[in-house]
């Protein structure tokens, strides 16, 4: 069954805190991607992995970084949130032929 | 630099075929046209894609224009479930020749029934 798994669903920080998204993918696929997701806009490319340890900038990678310790596995971090990180995150991760398959999202609220 | 053009929001009704149109002027001849649909609180899922061929497959029909600068998803018998946020991508390469997607905003569908 092909699945895009994020963790956690929800959550709430406070300004400063540090936030971990992790993501995981059952397909072995080796290129994994996160975006956000703003009220009425569409998703935004914050960075791209292409396999273990192999990680990319996207369009919007100031305040964020990744870790791809595991093809399986890819984490997004904030170090010290800030309000303006307040978002839906979606992890996908692409197949041989193209296709993405997204995760449910994460939506994070920053205090 | 969404790279493709589509209205913002269209309406059907249930039962109808619905042509959602996408502009691309600048595709280059080695993109790929993708739809993914979108439902509140879910990530987008896959519908269809295609390089010139038309293409149909169990959830809609993919039309490409002769000069690939235009495409549209065709859906036909609307239902309920068909409500969504449909986006029209190219799949790009980025310098390194690996492939980003770029999301716009899409086209909100609502379905009346």
């Known amino acids: 069954d092909m699945k895009v798994t994020q963790m956690p669903r929800y959550l709430i920080k406070r300004m400063g805190e540090n936030v971990l998204l992790e993501c995981g993918q059952d397909?072995?696929?080796?290129?994994m991607y996160w975006y956000r997701q703003d009220p009425g806009l569409g998703l935004q490319l914050i960075y791209i992995?292409?396999?273990?340890?192999?990680?990319s900038e996207g369009d919007i990678p100031k305040g964020y970084r990744v870790s791809r310790k595991k093809r399986e596995h890819f984490s997004l971090i904030l170090d010290s949130a800030k309000t303006n990180q307040t978002s839906v995150y979606f992890c996908?991760?692409?197949?041989?032929?193209?296709?993405?398959?997204f995760g449910e999202g994460s939506k994070l609220t920053v205090l | 630099d969404a790279k493709t053009t589509q209205p913002d929001s269209m309406e059907s009704t249930e039962g109808e075929t619905v042509h959602l149109p996408c502009s691309h002027a600048?595709?280059?001849?080695?993109?790929?046209i993708y739809w993914y649909r979108q439902v509140p609180l879910q990530g987008p899922e896959y519908v269809t894609h295609?390089?010139?061929q038309n293409t149909t497959n169990s959830m809609a029909f993919l039309a490409i224009a002769s000069d690939r600068k235009s495409s549209t998803l065709i859906l036909p018998h609307v239902s309920l479930r068909d409500a969504a946020v449909y986006h029209c991508?190219?799949?790009?390469?980025?310098?390194?020749?690996?492939?980003?997607?770029?999301f716009g905003k899409g086209t909100s569908l609502t379905v009346i029934p």
């Open positions: 996908a991760s692409r197949q041989d032929t193209g296709q993405l398959y």
């Open positions: 397909m072995s696929h080796e290129t």
């Open positions: 992995s292409y396999d273990v340890d192999s990680n």
């Open positions: 600048t595709i280059s001849g080695n993109e790929y």
């Open positions: 295609g390089l010139q």
């Open positions: 991508i190219l799949r790009v390469a980025d310098y390194t020749g690996y492939q980003n997607f770029y």
